[in-house]
């Protein structure tokens, strides 16, 4: 009867917690619904609204002159079309993908990794200077930070386990991101290298991994570079040298260039540590990659 009681607090502990961290989440997400209703939008906000009202084609035909992807600006457009013309509807097209990384959070995040990390993630991506700005703003970045992460965490579960749906969820995250921003892109670049620690271990995860991924990114692949001509971008920064030092020593692109190192190292060391040693979200490494 002595380890009753406290074993009952413990597991009436364990069935609180989940409701705090939604409690918070959602606490995060109104501080930031609070501030769409405005008509307040600068330059490069102006040009995806422009591009909002557009037509497809002629959408498609001005970004592939730009150096941006057309994700963002066709999801704009949905919204666009659903919703009207009013300055809210262009703040949720950053607002909604952030509302998703706080599910992601609360729910695989937490439900794979544990508390602390969903914590983790929930206040960085809410609280930090960038997710301040870029969570209610006009562009792309909020979408392309929720594909990296979905790309992510579907990556840690291959590792981890393999399954054809986890394959399938890589895949089509990590297509999204690369559509949505070149950083993005050059994140889950990275993540693929990643899939390199599965070569001398599991060759049927390699044939999964190409099975799926070379159909769908070579059949893909035009669309691609008629809407996203790199060539543009390399040549407004002065050439693959100029590009690539210029992505090196700007703090957002250092920060994906960073984070997606990381992942790779991270990948490694699932890699090497499974099947005898599974992780679990106690694992130090698991909770300071997020």
């Known amino acids: 009867m002595s380890f009753s009681a406290p074993t009952s607090r413990a597991q009436r502990s364990r069935r609180f917690l989940p409701w705090l961290l939604y409690l918070y989440a959602l606490v995060l997400f109104a501080m930031h619904f609070v501030r769409i209703f405005d008509n307040s939008f600068w330059g490069d906000e102006g040009f995806s609204i422009g591009l909002a009202q557009m037509n497809v084609f002629e959408m498609l035909q001005v970004t592939a002159a730009d150096n941006h992807p057309p994700l963002y600006y066709l999801f704009t457009q949905l919204l666009y079309h659903l919703l009207g013309n009013h300055g809210y509807v262009y703040h949720l097209s950053a607002l909604?993908?952030?509302g998703l990384i706080l599910i992601l959070a609360c729910t695989v995040i937490f439900r794979q990794f544990g508390l602390i990390p969903a914590v983790v993630v929930s206040?960085?991506?809410?609280?930090?200077d960038t997710a301040i700005m870029f969570?209610?703003?006009?562009?792309m970045y909020s979408l392309g930070a929720f594909f990296v992460l979905a790309a992510y965490l579907a990556l840690h579960n291959i590792l981890h386990s393999g399954?054809?749906?986890?394959?399938v969820i890589f895949s089509v995250a990590s297509l999204c991101a690369a559509y949505t921003h070149y950083y993005a892109l050059i994140s889950v670049a990275f993540f693929y290298l990643a899939l390199l620690s599965l070569l001398p271990q599991d060759k049927s995860s390699l044939k999964k991994s190409l099975s799926l991924i070379v159909p769908q990114w070579s059949s893909t692949f035009p669309g691609f570079w008629y809407c996203f001509p790199l060539s543009n971008v390399l040549r407004q920064t002065g050439g693959p040298p100029s590009f690539l030092l210029r992505s090196i020593v700007s703090d957002s692109?250092?920060?994906?260039?960073?984070?997606?190192?990381?992942?790779?190292?991270?990948?490694f060391f699932i890699s090497?540590?499974?099947?005898?040693?599974?992780?679990?979200g106690s694992s130090p490494l698991i909770r300071s990659g997020f």
């Open 163 to 167: 399954k054809t749906s986890d394959w």
């Open 123 to 128: 206040t960085f991506a809410s609280l930090t």
């Open 135 to 139: 969570n209610v703003e006009a562009r």
């Open 96 to 98: 909604i993908p952030y």
């Open 253 to 267: 692109s250092s920060t994906l260039l960073g984070q997606s190192s990381f992942s790779v190292l991270h990948s």
């Open 272 to 280: 090497q540590h499974r099947p005898s040693r599974p992780l679990n």
